[in-house]
């Protein structure tokens, strides 16, 4: 029997946790422009265990923005999935089952927008949650008057004028809107796009101030490992220990954490934070941010190129390699523990590094390096060009295990095939997709330039990487040649040549 509202009184809760009939008549609270893993691995979970708990007593309205992925499996099951916690905590494995009721309804941007505009009519709902990748919190100069306009914070700020004109305005209609994408100071740079978007409109003087003093645009981090449906024998075997399929099941690691930048009042509306210690609701969040952001997430960016080019397929793969691994645990104490932009006591470095290793480690999750390549170049910007430069900053030298992981990002981003509107490479004789906007920017570059001359284009870019990267005495000269030896012999045998010992 497939999970649906249905069937959840034949369900054994002896297995996995299951929701009594009344958290599925919960208000609306919560509006979330995203269907993803994160989201639903995340948040939807804090909402989830509040509601279980008697706590935030209301439900998400999941809005479906893109063309990507089907929704159907949400109609299907009433928005209803099972989470799965697999992972280690305080010495003992954790596997836990609970089918998530969080989720009221899902509507799409492109045939349900007048249905997601009537949200706005609803005193309840008061929550804006958002995880559109880092790319979706850029500024499109466009008309809000559109079904649907296209970027996200265009359908916010039209989601925020109907709620203005329909409660006239009133301080208690606003929102207090959180951004999860990953990119520092997310909330004011989202508040900073719509208020542009909002004078580019010519909307009210009245309404653009009702959205900086009404609204809360609260900066967040988000730091969970969530790896979203199963291998196929794996999820027949979940599903057929607790009794019912799930074309939705999300399996996560134990860790989690949801920093919020607010402050009392804030927290107080937020009620569902009183659920977990894993939300943190404080004034500053920037220490959280950079851990995150720069430790694990940077080191995720600059390895997922040399493990998968080197065919090892899941983190904990590479943890289990000694070549990989080495280079992973080096990676992290000798260039990127010492290059935070932020001044970090050593101690808070180490114990972060070591508890990021063991959730690389996790022997549950199969978190996949092709994965990670998504949106590749925006990740190496915001992810570690700050880490290259104060490396160069404090040491004089270039960063050598930084430089090979940049190498293996422009090999990987090398594409030999354009199929319909994708562009494609090649390892091991098998095509994979290149997932990324600057794609056809470097088919074009590889197909006619050398790599001398590829790596110069490349580095003087200030667009894309906001600096001109050739400044820095050396780069070009290590890219260049960890890139040929790519090239020539391979990136196991790259890998194996790079030496890994304490290089500062």
């Known amino acids: 029997m497939k999970l649906s509202a249905t069937i959840l009184q034949k369900i054994d809760s002896g297995k996995v946790i299951v929701p009594n009939e009344e958290l599925l008549k919960l208000p609306e609270k919560v509006l979330q422009f995203g269907t993803g893993i994160l989201l639903r691995g995340l948040p939807d979970y804090f909402i989830d265990k509040a509601n279980r708990k008697g706590i935030f007593k209301g439900r998400v309205v999941m809005v479906k923005s893109t063309n990507l992925g089907d929704a159907s499996s949400f109609y299907k099951q009433d928005g209803l999935f099972t989470l799965c916690f697999r992972g280690i905590q305080g010495g003992q494995a954790i596997e836990e089952n609970i089918i998530n009721s969080s989720i009221s309804r899902v509507l799409n941007a492109n045939t349900d ?50 709620r203005f004109k329909v409660f006239e305005g009133s301080n208690q209609s606003g929102c207090i809107i959180i951004p999860t994408e990953l990119i520092p100071d997310n909330g004011k740079k989202l508040q900073s796009i719509v208020t542009e978007l909002a004078n580019f409109n010519k ?143 050593s101690n808070t470095i180490k114990n972060y590094i070591s508890l990021v290793r063991d959730r690389f480690r996790n022997p549950y999750i199969n978190h ?56 494609y490479g090649t390892y091991n004789g098998q095509p994979y997709l290149i997932d990324d906007n600057m794609a056809e920017k470097y088919y074009d570059l590889w197909s006619k330039l050398p790599v001398d001359a590829l790596l110069h284009e490349i580095l003087t870019d200030e667009t894309t990487w906001g600096e001109d990267l050739s400044g820095l005495a050396g780069l070009q000269d290590s890219v260049v040649d960890k890139l040929n030896s790519i090239i020539n012999v391979g990136m196991k045998a790259t890998l194996k040549k790079i030496n890994t010992k304490k290089n500062v």
């Open 203 to 345: 909307l009210p003087a009245k309404f653009i101030t009702w959205i900086g003093d009404s609204n809360h645009f609260c900066n967040s981090l988000v730091d969970r490992i969530v790896t979203g449906m199963p291998e196929e024998r794996i999820k027949k075997s979940i599903e057929s220990e607790l009794g019912y399929e799930d074309d939705l099941m999300t399996v996560c690691e134990v860790y989690r954490l949801w920093a919020i930048e607010g402050n009392a009042a804030i927290k107080e509306k937020l009620s569902f934070a009183k659920a977990d210690e894993g939300i943190k609701i404080e004034r500053d969040i920037e220490l959280y941010r950079e851990l995150k952001l720069r430790i694990l997430n940077g080191t995720h960016t600059l390895s997922c190129g040399v493990a998968f080019l080197s065919g090892i397929n899941t983190v904990r793969e590479a943890m289990e390699d000694e070549i990989m691994g080495k280079y992973i645990a080096d990676l992290m104490n000798n260039e990127i523990g010492i290059s935070l932009p932020i001044p970090v006591d």
């Open 368 to 423: 996949y390096w092709k994965n990670i390549t998504l949106n590749y170049t925006s990740k190496i910007r915001l992810r570690c060009i700050p880490l290259l430069m104060n490396y160069y900053k404090i040491t004089g030298k270039i960063p050598e295990l930084f430089a090979l992981g940049f190498s293996a990002y422009l090999f990987f981003m090398k594409a030999d095939k354009k199929i319909k509107n994708g562009y």
């Open 113 to 162: 927008w007048p249905e997601i505009l009537k949200c706005a009519t609803n005193p309840d709902l008061g929550i804006i949650i958002s995880n559109t990748t880092e790319v979706g919190l850029s500024l499109v100069k466009e008309d809000i008057n559109l079904q649907p306009p296209v970027s996200y914070p265009g359908k916010l700020l039209a989601f925020l004028y109907r």
